[in-house]
């Protein structure tokens, strides 16, 4: 194989390192894919890897949460538009509004925000813990044991995103199984995953303009931007990305801190005991275990902090290296349930900022008040372990937790 490193890298700024490959990174029983990120800050503030996308692109490594902050906040030298979803088919439509840039991104964002307000988000909340009670009383009424991504974190949080997309929940495994092909999957099953779900927004857009409901697809079929209806392409762009956005990445987090909590029985016992502490614990959970690579693409060529920045490179994000930036975080590789003022980066930073965050934030905090509420101690089930893998999106699956 040629060398996938450019001629502009110097290769003295060259690092053995990917969020894909590195130790830790592919799928590992027990593995801490959090705590191998963290080693980047021994190093240099910026290098370059040359395999850190899925399809073996290198990437520029920021590894200063301040450095990321100007990355994410200079839409003009780092764009969004990469069409990452869409080049698994071949072709290069963006996922609205995450891979638009400003002025337009604007306009798609203001339309979008409202449907995950803080208000809404308060009014979804009763149906959110009812959802989380009812999983959790009937996998406590089976046993004392369970696989908590099977059984509690995907049917919780998909069922949430379903009930606010407007879609019955009897097809959540299918939908899951999407997500994970999607995600996690090989060179064969992502662009068939990617090719599934493009037909099934795009048969559900087409159904709701034969036949308007009360639901997410109807809004976005009726809504207008700049004073025009959205094209075919933007509706497919916007609904594929909620759609996707709701299938892995606040599932993942839960069952990050499940696990951590399944192996810190003192915290907790402390949250069992003090439920009040939940939230500010979700939080620093959330620091310590985030679970997406963001990565830009450079508009023009530019030196950033040393580095010659050309044109067309990629330059990663990853929320995981910059909330253990030893920099902002004291003891970052300590998780402290009680850690205040936790200005952690994992719903992103900038325009882009998750726009589904405070949704997330309120159900891992509902799934861990139920969840400690009604299940008794519980650890990792003896014999089993937990499978972590890097990636776009970090994951966990195989959490048997027993409570016996």
Same mark, same amino acid.
């Given at each position: 194989?040629?060398?996938?490193?450019?001629?502009?890298?110097?290769?003295?700024?060259?690092?053995?390192?990917?969020?894909?490959?590195?130790?830790?990174?592919?799928?590992?029983?027990?593995?801490?894919?959090?705590?191998?990120?963290?080693?980047?800050?021994?190093?240099?503030?910026?290098?370059?890897?040359?395999?850190?996308?899925?399809?073996?692109?290198?990437?520029?490594?920021?590894?200063?949460?301040?450095?990321?902050?100007?990355?994410?906040?200079?839409?003009?030298?780092?764009?969004?538009?990469?069409?990452?979803?869409?080049?698994?088919?071949?072709?290069?439509?963006?996922?609205?509004?995450?891979?638009?840039?400003?002025?337009?991104?604007? $306009?798609? @964002?203001?339309? /979008?925000?409202?449907? %995950?307000?803080?208000?809404? +988000?308060? *009014?979804?909340?009763?149906?959110? &813990?009812?959802?989380?009670?009812?999983?959790?009383?009937?996998?406590?009424?089976?046993?004392?044991?369970?696989?908590?991504?099977?059984?509690?974190?995907?049917?919780?949080?998909?069922?949430?995103?379903?009930?606010?997309?407007?879609?019955?929940?009897?097809?959540?495994?299918?939908?899951?199984?999407?997500?994970?092909?999607?995600?996690?999957?090989?060179?064969?099953?992502?662009?068939?995953?990617?090719?599934?779900?493009?037909?099934?927004?795009?048969?559900?857009?087409? $159904?709701? @303009?034969?036949? /308007?409901?009360?639901? %997410?697809?109807?809004?976005? +079929?009726? *809504?207008?931007?700049?004073?025009? &209806?959205?094209?075919?392409?933007?509706?497919?762009?916007?609904?594929?990305?909620?759609?996707?956005?709701?299938?892995?990445?606040?599932?993942?987090?839960?069952?990050?801190?499940?696990?951590?909590?399944?192996?810190?029985?003192?915290?907790?016992?402390?949250?069992?005991?003090?439920?009040?502490?939940?939230?500010?614990?979700?939080?620093?959970?959330?620091?310590?275990?985030?679970?997406?690579?963001?990565?830009?693409?450079?508009?023009?060529?530019?030196?950033?902090?040393? $580095?010659?920045?050309?044109?067309?490179?990629?330059?990663?994000?990853?929320?995981?290296?910059?909330?253990?930036?030893?920099?902002?975080?004291?003891?970052?590789?300590?998780?402290?349930?009680?850690?205040?003022?936790?200005?952690?980066?994992?719903?992103?930073?900038?325009?882009?900022?998750?726009?589904?965050?405070?949704?997330?934030?309120?159900?891992?905090?509902?799934?861990?008040?139920?969840?400690?509420?009604?299940?008794?101690?519980?650890?990792?089930?003896?014999?089993?372990?937990?499978?972590?893998?890097?990636?776009?999106?970090?994951?966990?699956?195989?959490?048997?937790?027993?409570?016996?």
């Amino acid at each position: 194989m040629e060398n996938p490193v450019p001629d502009h890298v110097p290769p003295e700024m060259v690092r053995d390192f990917s969020l894909f490959t590195s130790p830790g990174m592919s799928p590992t029983p027990n593995g801490d894919p959090h705590a191998a990120v963290a080693c980047v800050h021994s190093g240099p503030p910026i290098f370059y890897s040359p395999l850190n996308t899925r399809d073996g692109r290198g990437t520029w490594v920021i590894t200063r949460a301040s450095d990321q902050r100007r990355v994410l906040q200079d839409t003009e030298t780092f764009s969004s538009h990469r069409s990452i979803f869409a080049s698994a088919l071949g072709e290069s439509w963006p996922m609205i509004p995450l891979e638009l840039d400003p002025p337009a991104h604007g $306009a798609f @964002r203001s339309l /979008l925000n409202p449907l %995950f307000s803080p208000k809404r +988000v308060a *009014a979804l909340e009763p149906a959110v &813990r009812e959802r989380a009670i009812r999983l959790i009383d009937g996998i406590a009424a089976s046993g004392t044991s369970c696989d908590v991504m099977k059984d509690f974190a995907f049917p919780f949080t998909v069922n949430i995103f379903l009930h606010l997309l407007g879609l019955p929940d009897d097809r959540i495994d299918t939908f899951v199984g999407w997500g994970r092909d999607l995600l996690h999957g090989d060179d064969v099953k992502r662009p068939a995953a990617a090719r599934t779900i493009v037909s099934f927004i795009d048969e559900l857009a087409a $159904a709701r @303009r034969n036949d /308007l409901l009360d639901d %997410f697809m109807t809004f976005v +079929v009726q *809504a207008q931007v700049e004073g025009r &209806r959205l094209t075919k392409q933007e509706v497919r762009g916007v609904g594929v990305l909620v759609f996707v956005a709701g299938l892995d990445t606040v599932a993942a987090a839960i069952g990050f801190d499940l696990a951590y909590l399944a192996r810190n029985l003192k915290d907790q016992e402390l949250l069992r005991s003090e439920p009040g502490r939940i939230v500010a614990a979700a939080e620093e959970l959330l620091r310590a275990y985030p679970t997406v690579q963001l990565i830009r693409v450079a508009t023009k060529d530019i030196y950033f902090e040393g $580095a010659p920045i050309r044109k067309g490179d990629y330059v990663s994000c990853a929320t995981m290296i910059a909330n253990r930036d030893p920099a902002e975080f004291e003891c970052p590789n300590t998780v402290d349930l009680a850690r205040e003022d936790n200005r952690h980066a994992t719903f992103g930073y900038g325009p882009h900022r998750c726009l589904g965050s405070h949704l997330a934030r309120r159900e891992i905090v509902v799934g861990l008040e139920e969840w400690l509420a009604r299940i008794p101690a519980f650890r990792i089930k003896n014999g089993t372990a937990p499978i972590t893998s890097g990636g776009h999106v970090f994951g966990i699956e195989n959490l048997i937790l027993d409570w016996s």
